[in-house]
Structures are given as structure tokens and as C-alpha cells.
């Protein structure tokens, strides 16, 4: 089998494949299956139907196109003109803040993130979450940009955005002031998640609420960067847990990060872990830019991983997804939208390898549903959107980066070639 050049016919059989039991609805790790792609329909097809050619797969493994449930194309691959002065999260805010008044137009801002989307589909994303910066007057750059990309992307990667701005940015009295309606309303005509992020602050309940009660009337669902610091003393996710409990909000709630809950008393944090699954809110962990940031100290080495309770929530059945977050600017010097590496490196750093066998629903099925995409699947009548590796096992997969996959879309290989960095010279002034 030439794994690169797939037959060019109507219908093909996919033979021996591996892919993910859980994927299936099986037990174990890994199975064996054939996989016939339509590509008249741009779906697969039901096992017993007719083909053209069949290509023996010797075990390469098949998996559903990626969502990326948590990015930040907005700030991304601003490293070049904007590199963080000393790897810290206090740094990392200071340089965005600080780029984005002096650069954040719409040409520039339309510029880096199609940049950023042409290397989340070569990598094989179809579905992506990214959170804008909305404090005015960026919203009023951040939010059109966002549509018209949406727009444009629509076939390739399904688009989502929410908002993003810290909590006390909603008045605590009323109806949370003027500008956050404002924008509240911004959010919804654009389909998009109400967004924020908590850390304590002075009447963080009654901001909750109120933030609560716009998602509410505008039939928004909500995402929290929650708690992303090492002090254990930052507890505001059971604070988002008691919010939703007590205005009985019904939308889909998730929490981003939660690092602190790695620092605190154990007895403290899985407390909270409880209430977090009685609110039903999801957690999406961004183990790389944690890793980045937290627990950075000038010539101390590092002792925090800055990673969730990911284990402890997977057994209270709280959903839990990996994402890649932040791509080449202050919060994350590195990455590239490939949630390949994303699972590569959470594997590793949150000790996925050993125990449950579902943890690839983490990638592919779980952030899908936690954004409300449409499912990934590999059942007959589902898009023949894959990922196709040479690897046959887990280990295969996880030990190199798999450069020479193969991404279909609708049944077809896509062109792979990724965008090289000169493009941007000119908006970072190199």
C-alpha cells in the first residue's frame, strides 16, 4: 500500500483498519474494521455496499476529524512582534494587552487567524471553538472579522466564537451596565457563546447571576476561563457551580482550565468536583499552555504541572475535553492547532495511558458535543471526515507526530501543505 495515494475512485473499501473501541461503542483499546467511503454522498458507506477498489490498510488507524473546543485565533502567531518578557501569565497579559491596542485592526486580526485555520484543517480539525477578546471597542473589530471568516469558512472547519472579558466587567448592580449588555446582544446575533473569566473578585456572585440571566434571555450558552493560577485560594468554579444551581440556568455551561484546583486540599477540591457535577458543567483542559505558564518562577524550577483533576472528574462523570488554547503568542510560545499534539502531550502529561480505555473521546467525540457540533462518528452514514495514520496501536500513534497522515474531507484527501511562517512578515514587521 502506497499510504499517501489513495485510489481516485468513486468508492473505495478501506480494509484492516484500526480505530479507538470506545469510538465504537466497544470495550478495550483498540479494533480492527473496514471502512468504504461514498464519495459521490462524501460519506461513509454501509459495509455491504458495492466498491470500486479496495486498498488493504495493514492496521493504519482511523480516526474521526478533530474539534478544537478551546483557541484563541485572535491572538495568535503575534510571538514575532510580541514575545513574552518572562514566560509568566501577568507577562503574557501585560504583551497581549499591550498588541492588541497598538495592532489588533481587522486586517491584521483576518490575517493571522486564517492563518491559524488553514493549519487546524491541514492537521485535520473540521470544527473549532476560539474565544475573542470583546472588551470595547476590540468588539467592534473582533466580532465582524469573526463572521465574515466563519462565512467564508463554512465546508472546511464550522466556526464557533465567544466572548472573552474579565467578570467584573459586568456591574454587579442591575442589569450588569450598558456595556456588557451591549455586548451580551453583540454575542447573540452573532450565534455565539457568552464568555468570561473568573478569579475572586468583589460580588462575584451577583456578577455571576446577572451573566447567568443575559445567556438566559438571549439563549446563549456559557464558557469560563476559570482559576487559571496555582494560588488555592482561587476557587470561583464552585462559585459557577452555585450560580447555575441557584438560578437553575439550562444552557451548556463550561469551565476552562481550573488549575487552582490542583493546589488545594484534596478533601476541598473534590467538594467542589461534586458540585461541578450536579451543576453539569463541562471542563476542557489545556494542558500545554498550563505547563507554559504556571508555576514560573525566575530561576526556580517548576514543581506544578498547572494540569485539572481530569482523573477525578472523569469519575464523577463530569465531561472532560482537551484543546489546544493558545498558538505562538505570550500564553503559549508554540503550537499549531494540531490536536494530534494535543493528545500526544496530554497523554503524557495527565497520565492517560494507564486505566480507562475512553480517554480518546476527550479529542474527538467530547469537545463536538460540548460546543454542539455535529458528532464525529466512523458508522456507516456519517461524513468521511477522517484522520488516516500509519500507526496501528496507540503507542505507534503517540510516539511520533505523524507528519505523513492523511486527512479526507468528504472521502477526499485535502491538500496538507501547511502555511509558512514568512506569509506573516508583514504584519509583524520582520
Known amino acids: 500500500m502506497d499510504f499517501l495515494n489513495l485510489p481516485d475512485a468513486p468508492r473505495i473499501k478501506l480494509r484492516d483498519m484500526s480505530a479507538p473501541a470506545c469510538l465504537l461503542g466497544r470495550s478495550g483499546d483498540i479494533v480492527r474494521i473496514d471502512l468504504t467511503i461514498d464519495r459521490a454522498t462524501g460519506r461513509i458507506a454501509p459495509p455491504e455496499a458495492p466498491v470500486d477498489a479496495v486498498v488493504e490498510m495493514r492496521g493504519a488507524m482511523a480516526l474521526p476529524c478533530f474539534t478544537d473546543a478551546h483557541t484563541h485565533i485572535d491572538k495568535g502567531h503575534i510571538w514575532g512582534r ?41 492537521h485535520g480539525t473540521r470544527a473549532l471553538r476560539t474565544h475573542l477578546d470583546s472588551v470595547p471597542p476590540q468588539c467592534d473589530i473582533s466580532w465582524p472579522v469573526f463572521r465574515d471568516l466563519r462565512a467564508d469558512w463554512a465546508g472546511r472547519i464550522d466556526l464557533q466564537a465567544c466572548s472573552l472579558f474579565a467578570i467584573d466587567f459586568v456591574d454587579p448592580a442591575g442589569d450588569g451596565g450598558r456595556p456588557f449588555q451591549d455586548l451580551a446582544k453583540t454575542v447573540a446575533q452573532s450565534a455565539g457563546v457568552l464568555g468570561a473569566v473568573t478569579y475572586p473578585v468583589e460580588h462575584l456572585a451577583a456578577r455571576l447571576d446577572i451573566f447567568l440571566g443575559a445567556a438566559t434571555r438571549l439563549g446563549l450558552n456559557a464558557d469560563f476561563h476559570v482559576d487559571e493560577t496555582m494560588d488555592p485560594s482561587s476557587r470561583t468554579l464552585a462559585e459557577i457551580a452555585r450560580a447555575v ?3 437553575g440556568f439550562e444552557g ?105 480505555d475512553d480517554w480518546p473521546l476527550a479529542f474527538i ?63 509583524l514587521g520582520a
Open 365 to 427: 467525540t467530547t469537545p463536538a458535543d460540548i460546543c454542539g457540533f455535529a458528532p464525529p462518528s466512523l458508522a456507516p452514514g456519517a461524513p468521511a471526515d477522517l484522520v488516516l495514520l500509519r500507526a496501528r496501536d496507540w503507542n505507534e500513534a503517540l510516539s511520533r507526530p505523524q507528519s505523513d497522515r492523511i486527512v479526507l474531507r468528504a472521502g477526499r484527501a485535502i491538500e496538507r501543505t501547511l502555511p509558512d511562517y514568512a506569509e506573516l512578515d508583514g504584519i
Open 252 to 356: 451548556r455551561v463550561t469551565a476552562g482550565h481550573c488549575c487552582s484546583l490542583s493546589t488545594q486540599p484534596p478533601d476541598e477540591a473534590l467538594a467542589c468536583l461534586d458540585l461541578v457535577a450536579k451543576a453539569g458543567i463541562a471542563v476542557i483542559s489545556l494542558p500545554m499552555c498550563n505547563m507554559y505558564l504556571q508555576d514560573r518562577h525566575a530561576g526556580r524550577t517548576p514543581r506544578g504541572r498547572g494540569v485539572t483533576l481530569v482523573h477525578e472528574m472523569a469519575a464523577r462523570d463530569i465531561p472532560v475535553a482537551f484543546a489546544s488554547d493558545n498558538t505562538r503568542d505570550p500564553f503559549y510560545a508554540y503550537g499549531d492547532l494540531d490536536m494530534l499534539e494535543v493528545m500526544r502531550e496530554a497523554v503524557r502529561i495527565a497520565h492517560l495511558d494507564h486505566g480507562a
Open 82 to 122: 510580541a514575545p513574552n518578557p518572562d514566560g509568566t501569565f501577568m507577562g503574557a497579559l501585560i504583551t497581549v494587552g499591550d498588541d492588541r491596542s497598538a495592532h489588533w485592526s481587522a486586517e491584521d486580526l483576518r490575517a493571522r487567524a486564517d492563518f491559524s485555520l488553514r493549519c487546524a484543517l491541514a
Open 245 to 247: 444551581l441557584r438560578t
